[in-house]
């Protein structure tokens, strides 16, 4: 069926009688003639007739009122005024299947998506109305959802129901939790013993001081963006971490954590922008080789800057450090096994805009080095670079890397002259190990 979304055709639309042989040319504007090859006049009217009526339907099934004789001049800006007021959902079956899943109808159509959502709204006012606050079913979600976050944000504060809601916990799925609930600032000892899911738990809380749990910790194995922007968090709750695969954005932005903090991440697997903005002085990270993504562990998110010091005590070797430190005021990364494997991928970004970074202390590195970011690196830090570089000469990999330093830098390696190993200088002391610099 083709598609009619242009006012204006209405008027020639309504006046084809005027100038029959311009017809067929003004009608394969806005019709495909319902798909019929090569169509001819009376398929283009056929078609148009179609839409027009599907289209009065679909408004009178939501509640416009519709005449069945409106032309399109009339119904598509009622179609218009609908959508703007509802964001929604007439014929527009992607949009509602990312809103509703049909009634749980197996190939639902626009017409069950629909009605799975006006019965969604209704289910919605009647529950607010229950809970005291004054909603109708007549209303919108553009209404009625403001109306319900406001509602969960009283009842977490409120003594009457505080207990219901920390007692939830009580089960393995705690996703999304708390999220939201930007005015709650404590919560009573919350009792979450079984839970393992805590994706989300308390996204948003940006008032939120601590959390402490009732009973035995929880021992999460998925800690996505548990406490991300809780801008108010002061400390990091007691939860075992010994069984959490994904950390990814865990504390991004808990921007009032202690300015020294020590953090076990156990077997982690994805630590991925887990400390994203949180402005410590000091963190140290513990990790196994499991740890596959430290990416952009200690990134600034805009003007919320990351840790001043890293370090991260474990071996790196399978870890990628792309974005480590993206746009920080990082100065320092150290640790006791820091190895850069051969997807860790410090290429020109994995400190992008870190003028500030002074001091590291590789073990070992195997692929691809830049540190041409920072023009205050210190002479010490260099030669440490230089010195983890696994030696490639006479492999099938000589030459194949290149570690990349600032002219500051360089200026201070020529400077020392030939106290490299072998009597070399520090530049030959790296092309003698097959790198290019």
């Not at 084809?16 to 798909?35: K, Y």
């Not at 179609?50 to 009122?65: F, I, P, S, W």
């Not at 006012?125 to 909603?135: I, K, N, R, Y």
């Not at 000469?393 to 500051?408: L, R």
Request: proline share 4%; net charge negative.
């Amino acid at each position: 069926m083709g598609v009619c979304n242009e006012q204006t055709f209405n008027t020639k639309f309504e006046a084809l009688v005027v100038n029959d042989g311009e017809i067929t040319n003004v009608l394969g504007m806005f019709s495909d003639g319902g798909n019929v090859e090569e169509p001819e006049k009376n398929d283009y009217i056929a078609d148009l007739t179609t839409q027009q009526t599907t289209l009065a339907n679909t408004l009178q099934k939501v509640g416009v009122e519709v005449d069945e004789k409106e032309v399109f001049s009339t119904l598509i800006p009622k179609n218009e005024q609908l959508v703007e007021e509802l964001s929604v959902y007439i014929g527009i079956e992607e949009q509602l299947a990312e809103l509703s899943d049909g009634g749980g109808v197996e190939n639902p159509t626009t017409d069950d998506y629909v009605n799975d959502l006006i019965n969604r709204r209704n289910s919605l006012a009647e529950t607010l109305q229950e809970a005291g606050v004054e909603a109708s079913p007549d209303e919108t979600f553009s209404t009625l959802v403001p109306k319900n976050n406001e509602k969960i944000k009283e009842m977490a504060v409120s003594a009457g129901v505080i207990d219901a809601l920390t007692n939830y916990g009580e089960r393995e799925n705690c996703e999304g939790l708390f999220r939201g609930c930007t005015l709650v600032t404590e919560l009573p000892p919350i009792a979450m013993s079984k839970a393992t899911n805590l994706y989300y738990a308390f996204q948003n809380c940006s008032s939120l001081t601590k959390v402490t749990f009732k009973g035995t910790p929880p021992a999460p194995t998925g800690c996505r963006e548990m406490f991300q922007c809780c801008l108010s968090l002061t400390e990091i709750p007691n939860i075992d971490f010994s069984k959490v695969e994904t950390l990814q954005g865990a504390f991004d932005r808990c921007i009032s954590l202690p300015k020294h903090i020590t953090f076990n991440a156990y077997d982690c697997r994805n630590l991925q922008t887990a400390f994203q903005g949180v402005p410590c002085e000091e963190l140290t990270v513990i990790i196994s080789d499991k740890c596959t993504s430290l990416y952009g562990l200690c990134a600034s998110y805009f003007e919320y800057m990351g840790a001043k010091h890293l370090t991260i005590i474990g071996d790196t070797s399978n870890a990628t450090f792309a974005n480590i430190f993206f746009k920080s005021d990082a100065i320092s990364l150290y640790g006791d096994n820091l190895v850069f494997g051969k997807n860790s991928q410090c290429g020109s970004m994995w400190m992008y805009w870190c003028g500030n970074f002074k001091n590291i202390t590789p073990k070992r590195i195997e692929t691809n080095f830049y540190m041409a970011h920072t023009g205050v690196l210190t002479l010490e830090s260099a030669k440490n670079i230089i010195n983890a570089l696994v030696d490639y000469s006479g492999t099938d990999e000589e030459f194949a890397y290149e570690v990349t330093f600032h002219p500051n830098t360089l200026a201070l390696l020529e400077a020392e002259g030939a106290t490299a190993p072998n009597g070399l200088t520090w530049l030959e002391y790296a092309d003698s190990k097959g790198w290019n610099t």
